[in-house]
């Protein structure tokens, strides 16, 4: 089954789904962009088992390219999926792991078994990822994947995001 691919624009915490996606990083602690929008929308539970995380299984951090589940807190949603996405570098390709980032998001929803999952444009932000390319490699790696989720929503917070999503989910 292949899911269905919808686009959004506007602010992700505001989204209703079985699972948000949080470009985090990989302290797992919070941090600006999505990620702080998330934390603050959805309270201080989801840092509480961010840290939990930390303790036990992450002590050296979220690797790039993977993802973990927490409670959504005050979302409109049952979890949170955290995933690290690559800083963009000119110098080296790193778009291996940007895909694993939707990849990973996606077998974790899996065995939560969300059938709803929101994803904001992993790496655009701070990380700098050209959005064009990153909205290619978001789309055709979720038409790659064999998940079982049914929705797999973009949530794009502005035009130029929307646009360029836009372009590869028809
Ligand atoms: P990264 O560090 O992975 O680049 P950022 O949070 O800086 O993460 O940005 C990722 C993308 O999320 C950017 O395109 C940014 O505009 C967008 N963004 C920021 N806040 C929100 C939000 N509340 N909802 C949806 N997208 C958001």
Known sequence: MTPTLTLVQGDITEQSADAIVNAANSSLLGGGGVDGAIHRRGGPEILA????????????????????????????ARWVIHTVGPVHSAGEDRSALLASCYR?????????????????????????????????????????????????RFVLFDDRAYAAFAEYVR
Do not use: N
């Open 49 to 76: 088992e961010c840290r939990a995380l930390r303790a036990s299984r992450y002590g050296k951090g979220l690797r790039t390219g993977q993802a973990v589940a927490t409670t959504a807190g005050r979302l409109d």
């Open 104 to 152: 990973e998001s996606l077998r974790v929803a899996d065995e939560l078994g969300a059938r709803t999952v929101a994803f904001p444009a992993v790496s655009t932000g701070v990380y700098g990822w050209p959005m064009d390319d990153a909205a290619r490699i978001a789309v055709e790696t979720v038409h790659a994947t064999g998940t079982a989720v049914e929705e797999v």
